[in-house]
């Protein structure tokens, strides 16, 4: 696995830039909403309005704005909406820094989502151009490796950082200072222009002969498709977010451990699962290369349905934990595999519309998710107690992962489908790169 990385980072050099960017501005984004909501509830003493108003804001446009900001990454080029995405959160990461009034984070809260909608497309469908369309799952498992690395370093820093000053608005000062350290390295280091088709140096060699389907636009119906698959397995992870904070602390109760065991045995966990799926990220993408996208995907909802049904009758912390861990690399494998998928599909100018389509898939799925999650868990307690209460939501999470397996078959035979046409030389998809090595 170690040895996966090194190669990774020895032999392709633009992949270095990518995951240098890529990881500062995770480190950056994955300090923004936790300390943003410790800064409006526990030192601006907010009321609960505000901040749910200043949170359901960030993810609407979050939402809806993922895909206008991938088509225009198609029109003007990956790099303009890179620096604009970052550019428009420190901006406004500074303001709420600066600020004292809790009011003015229903505007300044939102208008940094803008930035996170223009960023993460962006930089999955750059991450597409580079790769080769053989190898885009294992640049896709980049992606995820700098994720899990800035989740990882992103909340224990600003927690330091608190300790140290008693204020969150250091965070803040933290977050727009490698925003703008990602900025000068996506100025400096990635190359200009669109992405441009070149073709490998064939010599006397006649170039092979090979059959591939006729490329889609981004808002075809398997695009669609394909975004409601990543909505419904979005949909199920989201359904847990109202009870699995409690239920994990129920079980920790029934494994014998003491309130301030809990605390430790928990904050260490969740470092432990974000190392281990930091560690598993690129290898996962590789394996959804070899093994196809469409069995990486089924295999992935396969394996997330018997963890979500295994769960609510786990017996140990220690075996919600191990189940934690596979659940997440079933996500690992699933989710580079969709976004290459999208990218396959889809002519070369219109790759960021359909990621930033799929991502916009998610974004509904989290949002309707956690709220019927919610309602799920307060009806069933009432109905059955408090420990079905909670589990009901795992057993949700189950039936809408499931649901996004059945559509997976749908999707393979409409892709299946498609007119075929010659593909007659073995091009390579790569924006000029001056700096390569």
């Not at 017996?315 to 580079?336: D, K, Q, S, T």
């Amino acid at each position: 696995m170690l040895q996966t990385y090194r190669n990774l980072w020895q032999r392709e050099p633009m992949v270095r830039w990518l995951l240098v960017i890529a990881l500062l501005a995770d480190i950056a984004f994955g300090a923004l909403v936790p300390f943003v909501n410790f800064y409006l509830t526990v030192e601006l003493k907010a009321p609960e309005r505000i901040t749910g108003m200043a949170f359901s804001g960030y993810f609407a446009i979050e939402m809806l704005l993922k895909t206008p900001f991938g088509a225009l990454s198609d029109r003007i080029g990956r790099k303009p909406v890179l620096l604009l995405g970052i550019g428009i959160t420190a901006t406004m990461a500074t303001l709420m820094a600066l600020t004292r009034t809790p009011h003015h984070f229903l505007l300044l809260f939102p208008l940094a989502g803008l930035g996170v909608a223009a960023f993460f497309p962006t930089i999955a469908a750059l991450a597409a151009d580079f790769a080769p369309e053989e190898q885009r799952g294992s640049m896709m498992g980049v992606l995820n490796l700098t994720y899990f690395l800035g989740m990882g370093i992103s909340v224990p820093l600003g927690s330091l950082l608190h300790s140290l000053t008693a204020t969150y608005r250091h965070a803040f000062y933290i977050t727009v200072a490698l925003l703008l350290l990602a900025g000068a390295f996506v100025l400096l280091r990635l190359p200009p222009g669109q992405v441009q088709r070149r073709h490998k140096p064939m010599g006397d060699r006649k170039a092979p002969w090979r059959l591939r389907r006729a490329r889609l636009s981004a808002v075809s119906f398997p695009v669609l498709l394909l975004a409601t698959i990543f909505a419904f397995t979005q949909f199920a992870i989201s359904m847990l977010v109202p009870v699995l904070v409690p239920f994990a602390r129920q079980v920790a109760r029934q494994s014998g451990l003491s309130e301030g065991q809990i605390d430790f045995v928990m904050g260490a966990g969740i470092g432990v699962i974000a190392g281990a799926l930091a560690l598993g990220a690129v290898p996962l993408g590789q394996l959804s290369d070899r093994i196809g996208r469409d069995a990486a995907i089924r295999w992935a909802l396969a394996c997330g349905i018997v963890c979500f049904l295994l769960a609510p009758f786990t017996p140990h912390i220690l075996l919600l934990g191990a189940l934690g861990v596979l659940a997440g690399l079933a996500w690992l494998l699933a989710f580079p595999a969709v976004l290459a998928l999208s990218s396959d599909i889809v002519t070369e100018q219109e790759r960021g519309a359909a990621v930033g389509l799929v991502y916009g898939g998610q974004g509904v799925g989290a949002i309707f998710g956690s709220l019927v999650g919610g309602f799920l868990a307060e009806g069933v307690k009432g109905w059955q107690g408090r420990a079905w209460g909670l589990r009901a939501p795992f057993f949700g999470g189950a039936v809408a992962i499931f649901v996004a397996l059945l559509l997976t078959f749908w999707l393979s035979r409409i892709l299946a489908m498609r007119p075929a046409e010659v593909d007659d030389t073995e091009p390579e998809l790569a924006a000029p790169n001056p700096f390569e090595e």
